[in-house]
């Protein structure tokens, strides 16, 4: 991941998370808006895309993506699972790799 898609990605992040906050709060007053749910999904889309992974076959990244906004996994975790396509990088893969 290079220095532009990790900043295009932190921002992606960033609405994501944003946009997660206000659909939880529009839904605590009995608001469902599908044009929260849509504008999610293409973010998290656009996320994919910019790190070259086609939305498409992201299904497992969704779910670590769901992790990331609910605070389960950091952000250079969702990243090393970006820029391995899904596949888990440990912080041992990390130093044996050295």
């Known amino acids: 991941m290079n220095t532009a898609q990790r900043i295009v990605s932190h921002r992606l992040l960033e609405l994501l ?3 997660d906050t206000k659909r939880k709060e529009l839904e605590q007053v009995g608001i469902q808006l599908e044009l929260m749910t849509d504008l999610y999904e293409q973010v998290g889309n656009s996320l994919f895309e910019v790190n070259g992974i086609d939305p498409a076959k992201a299904n497992v990244l969704w779910m670590s ?3 990331f906004i609910s605070g389960q996994i950091q952000s250079y975790e969702l990243f090393s699972l970006l ?3 899904g596949a ?10 050295q």
């Open 17 to 19: 998370s944003n946009l």
């Open 65 to 67: 993506l769901e992790d």
């Open 83 to 85: 820029k391995g396509n």
């Open 88 to 97: 888990v990088v440990t912080l041992c893969d990390n130093i044996s790799s």
